[in-house]
Every structure is written in structure tokens, then in C-alpha cells.
T-cell receptor
Framework: EAGVVQSPRYKIIEKKQPVAFWCNPISGHNTLYWYLQNLGQGPELLIR????????DSQLPKDRFSAERLKGVDSTLKIQPAELGDSAVYLCASSLESAGNTEAFFGQGTRLTVV | GDSVTQMEGPVTLSEEAFLTINCTYTATGYPSLFWYVQYPGEGLQLLLK?????DKGSNKGFEATYRKETTSFHLEKGSVQVSDSAVYFCALSGNYGGSQGNLIFGKGTKLSVKP
């Protein structure tokens, strides 16, 4: 069974440019998460989807970040415009349910460098 | 709000040494607790979990016991191997309200095991 797939793995852009990340969750997983991981830190939740609905986007900086999950499967996270401080690893995860004891499966992440 | 505190690294051990990585948490209600591991160049993987007080999670020789009285979930392994070199993250997931299912991570502890 394929795991969570993210692309691209690496991205280097100039500040003020837009960037988008793509995530394909494990087939059948209804819950999808985007996390931000700064260097030397643990991941922090940006947004959580249950099917196509964003049920928790309280930590998403909505002035420059946006996300969508059309048809409740793949998801895209966008930053426009990017800032130097956005350099980090962006992780996507999925799980079968949203209950607290359900295992979340993570992709390998997209490492963003803003120069 | 909910939070996780884990011992800072890096931790360097010789092969076959005993490992303890401390983790304590602050949470409302009764969270589920997890240890995730990130091997070099790979995504986060669930190592073990515990969903209620006094539960012991175990996997690959690693163990952690959910201690509600001390709000702790320390990771232990009796004899580490070089292949255990990785970054270990303690995490919790609340079981209440809108944050149900969201993982809150500690900062991670880097373990290096020398032959």
C-alpha cells in the first residue's frame, strides 16, 4: 500500500514569490493534516481536513496561506507571497478517523527554502 | 493549552546502552500519547502509543508507560543499536472538542548511537 505522497520534496524560491505543495493521502483516509516543522522543532498543525471540510484551520496564517482539499482526496497548500521566515519543512499526514487515538501516517515532507 | 515537553538532545550512547528519553505533558482531559521516530531522510513514523492511564506501548524493543499521576510518557529501551539513531518525538492528541485528533509534538530528541 502506498504511503502519503508529497511533492515536490524540495523547493527553493525567492521571497515574494508564490509556492504550492501537493499531498496525496493514503487511499480511504478521510482525515488529512498539514503540519509545519521548523528546524530543530516538532511539527505544528496548520490545518486539518475531515473529507473536504477544513475542521480546524485556527493555526493557518490566512493572510498568505491557503489550502484546499477538493473531492476529499488530494490536498494543496499554497503560500503567496512567501517570506524568508516560511523556510521550513511542510508535512502532510492522513488518518482513517479523527479520533485522538488513531495513528496518523506522515509523508516525507517538502523542504522549502525562501531566499 | 495542551503542550509536550521532552528532554533536549542530542543524546549520544554506545551500542547496547540503556536509553531513556523523558517526556511530560500538560493537557485537559485524557489525551492519547505517542512516540514518533524520524530516521535520517525519512518521514515521521509512529513508534508506539498509549490511549489511557497505565497503558504500556511497546514496539521494536522500545517501551513507554502512560503515567497520569506524573503526566509522563518516558521512552525506554534496554539495549540500543546503531540503527536506532534518529530523532524521537513525543506527542499527544486531545480527545475533546475541536482539537480532537490534532497531534501536539515536543521539540524532538536526537539520538546518536556509536558502535
Amino acid at each position: 500500500e502506498a504511503g502519503v505522497v508529497q511533492s515536490p520534496r524540495y523547493k527553493i524560491i525567492e521571497k515574494k514569490q508564490p509556492v504550492a505543495f501537493w499531498c496525496n493521502p493514503i487511499s480511504g483516509h478521510n482525515t488529512l493534516y498539514w503540519y509545519l516543522q521548523n528546524l530543530g522543532q516538532g511539527p505544528e498543525l496548520l490545518i486539518r481536513y475531515e473529507n473536504e471540510e477544513a475542521v480546524d484551520d485556527s493555526q493557518l496564517p490566512k493572510d498568505r496561506f491557503s489550502a484546499e482539499r477538493l473531492k476529499g482526496v488530494d490536498s494543496t497548500l499554497k503560500i503567496q507571497p512567501a517570506e524568508l521566515g516560511d523556510s521550513a519543512v511542510y508535512l502532510c499526514a492522513s488518518s482513517l478517523e479523527s479520533a485522538g487515538n488513531t495513528e496518523a501516517f506522515f509523508g516525507q515532507g517538502t523542504r522549502l527554502t525562501v531566499v | 493549552g495542551d503542550s509536550v515537553t521532552q528532554m533536549e538532545g542530542p543524546v549520544t550512547l554506545s551500542e547496547e546502552a540503556f536509553l531513556t528519553i523523558n517526556c511530560t505533558y500538560t493537557a485537559t482531559g485524557y489525551p492519547s500519547l505517542f512516540w514518533y521516530v524520524q530516521y535520517p531522510g525519512e518521514g515521521l513514523q509512529l513508534l508506539l502509543k498509549a490511549t489511557k492511564a497505565d497503558d504500556k506501548g511497546s514496539n521494536k524493543g522500545f517501551e513507554a508507560t502512560y503515567r497520569k499521576e506524573t503526566t509522563s510518557f518516558h521512552l525506554e529501551k534496554g539495549s540500543v543499536q546503531v540503527s536506532d539513531s534518529a530523532v524521537y518525538f513525543c506527542a499527544l492528541s486531545g480527545n475533546y472538542g475541536g482539537s480532537q485528533g490534532n497531534l501536539i509534538f515536543g521539540k524532538g530528541t536526537k539520538l546518536s548511537v556509536k558502535p
